[in-house]
C-alpha cells in the first residue's frame, strides 16, 4: 500500500537490537530502513481512513441498497446526518464474539495440531514441513505448510452443518455480517500491536528487524520478518492464509445461502463469483508452498499491513461481489455468463502457468522444457545480512519473456470478471478491480524496486531483455 524508499547505505534506528552493524548495513532487501514524507503521508493515511472505507462499503449495502453515492448526497442535502447512520449501524453482539472467537480457535488448532496428511495420499500435492525462502539475515524458516487440509475440513463441517447437522444457518455469516466486522477489527489490531511490541522487546530474530524511528511506519509496515511464536506458529503465513482466505468461500457460500432464503433462487451471477473465487482460494491451498516464495513472505514484514489487511480488509472487500448479489440478485444472459466464465479461466490459466513456469524454473535449477524449449535466464547474485553470497537466476522465457509480471495480469484478469459477473448498474462490485490494479501496479513497482536493489546491475540486464511490465509493447 505505502511507497517504500531504501537507501543505498541503510541505517537502523534502533541498533541495540541488531548485534552486528557491519551485518546491517549489507545487502539488505524489504522495507525500507528510512522514511520519506510521501511514504509517511501514505502510511498515516491508510491508518486514519482503510478502516473508514471498509466500514463505508458495507454500511452502503446495509442502508443503502449498496449505493456508493446515496450516503454522500443524504448527508449534504440533510436528510440523514453521520450521527443518524451511525445509529443504524448494528452493534457488536456477544453472539458475534462467539462465532469469532470460535472460528478463529479453530483455525489456530488446525494450523497447529494438525500436520498435513493430504500431501501423502493426494498426486502432485505438496505439503508437510516445508522450507521457505532465506531472509535478508540469512535464515531458512521451515513451515508446517497444511492450509489445503484445513480448508477440506473447515468446508465438509459446513456442508455437513448444512445438509445434516443443522447446528446453524448457512446464512450466520451475512445475518451477522456487521458485528463481526468489530470483532475481526480487534483482532486486525490486536495482532499488529502485539507483534510491535515483540518487535521491540522479543523478536524471533534481531537480525531480520528493521527500525526507522518513526512510530507510524513502524506500526504500519512491521518491524519483525517472520514473527513467530514457539517453533511453528508463524505469523505472516497464518494470517495471510487462514482467517480471511478459509474464510473467503464460506462467506460467499453464507450469501448465496442467504439469496436463496430472499428469493427462492441462487442467480447464476452468484454461482459464478462463488466458482471463480473458490478456483482462486483452492489455488493458493494447493501451491502453499509455492508462497512461501512469493513477495508476502520473502520481503514485506509483518505490521498493520498485513496483520489488519487480512483479518478485516480481505475478507470484507474481497467479497463485496457475493454481498451485493444479495441485495441485486442478477440472472446474467447465457453469452454474458459464458464470456464471463471465459474470461476468468482464462485468466487464471495465466496467472496460474505464468507461476507454475517460474517453480519449474526454480525446482530444476532451469534443466527443464518450457514452451517446448530449454529456458533461457539471466545469471544474478545477491548478498544477505551475515554476509553470505548467494546467486540467482532470473527466467526470461515462457510468460516471463512477454512480460515482467503476466502473472499479475492473469490475476487483473479474474479480477475484472468477478465484477462483470454483478452487471453494470453499481459501482460498488467494481471496487475490486480498481483496488486490485492499484495494488499488483504498485506491488509490481515496489518489487522492482527492491529487486533493483538486491540484484544491482544484473537486474538492469533483465529489464533490457524484458523490457514490459504487465501489458506487452504497453506498459
Known amino acids: 500500500m505505502a511507497s517504500k524508499s531504501q537507501p543505498s547505505a541503510p541505517q537502523t534506528g534502533n541498533p541495540g ?19 520519506d514524507w510521501f511514504s509517511l503521508a501514505s ?4 491508518l486514519l481512513f482503510a478502516p473508514l472505507i471498509v466500514y463505508y462499503f458495507i454500511m452502503a449495502c446495509d442502508q443503502y441498497g449498496c449505493s456508493l453515492t446515496a450516503p454522500v448526497l443524504n448527508t449534504v442535502t440533510g436528510h ?24 478463529v480457535t479453530f483455525q489456530v488448532l488446525l494450523y497447529m495440531l494438525l500436520p498435513d496428511f493430504c500431501h501423502k495420499f493426494v498426486p502432485r500435492y505438496v505439503g508437510g514441513v516445508q522450507e521457505g525462502a532465506v531472509t535478508p539475515a540469512g535464515v531458512v524458516n521451515k513451515y508446517e505448510v497444511n492450509g489445503l487440509q484445513a480448508w477440506l475440513i473447515t468446508h465438509l463441517l459446513w456442508f455437513a452443518n448444512s445438509h445434516f447437522l443443522f447446528w446453524f444457518s448457512p446464512t450466520i455469516i451475512f445475518d451477522n455480517w456487521i458485528p463481526l466486522l468489530w470483532c475481526a477489527n480487534v483482532l486486525g489490531y490486536a495482532v499488529s500491536t502485539f507483534a510491535m511490541i515483540k518487535g521491540y522487546l522479543f523478536p524471533t530474530n534481531a537480525k531480520d528487524c528493521k527500525f526507522t524511528g518513526n512510530f507510524f511506519y513502524n506500526y504500519m509496515m512491521g518491524i ?7 517453533k511453528w506458529f508463524d505469523f505472516k503465513l497464518f494470517f495471510n492464509g487462514r482467517p480471511g482466505i478459509v474464510a473467503w468461500t464460506l462467506i460467499n457460500l453464507s450469501f448465496a445461502a442467504k439469496q436463496q432464503e430472499l428469493y427462492g433462487q441462487v442467480t ?14 483452492l489455488d493458493f491451498f494447493w501451491n502453499e508452498t509455492w508462497y512461501l516464495k512469493t513477495i508476502d513472505i520473502c520481503h514485506d514484514h509483518f505490521g498493520w499491513y498485513l496483520g489488519w489487511g487480512d483479518c478485516v480488509w480481505l475478507p470484507y472487500l474481497y467479497t463485496l461481489q457475493g454481498l451485493y448479489l444479495v441485495y441485486h440478485p442478477v440472472q446474467l444472459s447465457t453469452p454474458h455468463a459464458v464470456g464471463v466464465l471465459v474470461l476468468g479461466l482464462l485468466g487464471y490459466y495465466i496467472f496460474r502457468m505464468a507461476n507454475h513456469q517460474k517453480d519449474l524454473f526454480r ?15 539471466i545469471e544474478c547474485s545477491y548478498a544477505s545480512a551475515d554476509g553470505q553470497k548467494h546467486h540467482s537466476k532470473l527466467l526470461v522465457s515462457g510468460f516471463w519473456g512477454v ?8 490475476d487483473l484478469m479474474g479480477s475484472l470478471a468477478y465484477c462483470l459477473a454483478c452487471g453494470g448498474s453499481h459501482l460498488l462490485p467494481y ?13 509490481c513497482l515496489r518489487d522492482e524496486h527492491r529487486c533493483a536493489s538486491k540484484y544491482g546491475r544484473d537486474w538492469a540486464h533483465y529489464t533490457a531483455a524484458v523490457p514490459y511490465r504487465l501489458l506487452p509493447g504497453i506498459f
Open 268 to 281: 447464476n451471477s452468484m454461482v459464478l463469483v462463488n466458482v471463480l473465487q473458490a478456483i482462486y482460494v
Open 403 to 410: 512480460a515482467r509480471h503476466l502473472n499479475y495480469t492473469g
Open 431 to 443: 471496487f475490486y478491480i480498481i483496488y486490485m490494479t492499484i495494488l499488483l501496479t504498485h506491488r
Open 363 to 377: 525446482r530444476t535449477d532451469g534443466r527443464c522444457l518450457i514452451w517446448g524449449q530449454k529456458p533461457k535466464a
Open 80 to 103: 440523514a446526518s453521520l450521527t443518524d447512520i451511525w445509529a443504524k449501524t448494528p452493534p457488536v453482539t456477544m453472539k458475534a464474539v462467539q462465532i469469532y472467537t470460535l472460528w
Open 224 to 230: 519483525e520478518f517472520n514473527p513467530r511464536i514457539g
Open 17 to 35: 537490537n541488531i548485534a552486528n552493524s557491519k551485518a546491517a548495513s549489507q545487502g539488505q532487501w524489504g522495507r525500507a530502513w528510512e522514511v
Open 43 to 46: 502510511v498515516i493515511f491508510l
